[in-house]
């Protein structure tokens, strides 16, 4: 083969790209599973097939792209952004249909972390597949990134969280009264709609739910509901006292709620423990959740380390020293305690800007490691 040890070919790198979109496709649909994409290409390196897994249940990516590709698949390469599993589950083991298919080479982006599926890559070696595994390279950034929800959550037994907030450009999320209604326009919000699509749960504190009665369901131009309730994310509101009014929108029957209080899951410091939330949403199946809580819970789960991702749309306007803040206390003295973000993508959203980043670093950067302050 006339290319270095461990690196794949131009072909394989352009079908991995390729997989990465086809597994993007799955992302409002496949959870709790991860999202895959797989691409096919014959023995001169012609795409052959492509597929990618669209639901629980669902055939897997591989399945869907080595059907696509029938004889064509015999003697050539399967691409996929997922180390192919090797169990069976509500389907058959995905490497069993690789060999069937007479694949000869399989260029897998990241190692699956799960014990039950993980050896995928072991067994069809052990069969005389060839086999190159992108994990940890830079190659493989674009599968790891497709697929970071599920990967977070397996990995560390959480949901993945991004933060989500609206501000003005120096940083005040309401005015003095509180009034928040609407700092950014109607394109931006109709964006939120589209992250609450992707997430399984949607997490506010009850300072939220006090001051703004929100519905928290993904909603169409017109305010109509855009998916039934059995498809709409959890409402989760975090609820240390159980304050939640039994008349809130949050309890009405648009979506599945959850108020969880200290009584379930216990308490730091006097105040709900998030990290034991997260751990029961993970129990639950989440395994995404988008926050848009106020600054009180912002700030508790970055403090926490309960937070991966940022994401902040800002208007073009500006309410000066009494307006109200979007982020509470970090506990940070000095610039040793910066909480850094890696920066995703700058985009207009209408009249406003949408700015995404990573959380990056140890989660909890130096600042006090307590549970939050959720009141």
Known sequence: MNRPAGEPTGDELQALARAVELAARGLSTVSPNPAVGCVVLDASGAVAGEGWHERPGGPHAEVVALRAAGERARGGTAVVTLEPCSHTGRTGP??????????????????????????????LAGAGVEVLSGDGTSWATGAERVNERWLTAVRTGRPHTTWKYAATLDGRSAAADGSSRWITGPDARADVHRLRALA???????????????????????????????????????????????GARVRDAAAPTWVATATE??????????????????????????????????????????????AAYLAPALLGGGGREALGSLGIASMDGIVRLELDEVAAV??????????????????????????
């Open 94 to 123: 995905c490497t069993v249909a690789l060999r069937g298919a007479g694949v000869a080479r399989v260029v897998l982006a990241v190692d699956d972390p799960t014990p039950d599926a993980a050896g995928g890559a072991a067994s």
């Open 200 to 246: 399984d749960a949607v997490l506010v504190g009850v300072g939220t739910v006090l001051a703004d009665d929100p519905a928290l369901t993904v909603r169409g131009p017109a305010g109509e509901p855009t998916a039934p309730p059995d498809q709409q994310p959890l409402r989760v509101v975090a609820d240390t006292h159980g304050r939640t009014p039994s």
């Open 265 to 310: 899951l216990g308490t730091v410091d006097g105040r709900l423990d998030l990290r034991a939330l997260m751990a029961a949403l993970a129990g639950r199946g989440v395994r995404s959740v988008l926050t848009e809580g106020g600054p009180v819970l912002a700030a508790a789960l970055l403090r926490a380390g309960l937070v991966d991702r940022v």
């Open 350 to 375: 209408g009249s406003d800007v949408r700015i995404t980043a990573r959380v990056r670093g140890p989660r909890n950067n130096g600042a006090p490691s307590t549970a939050g302050t959720i009141v």
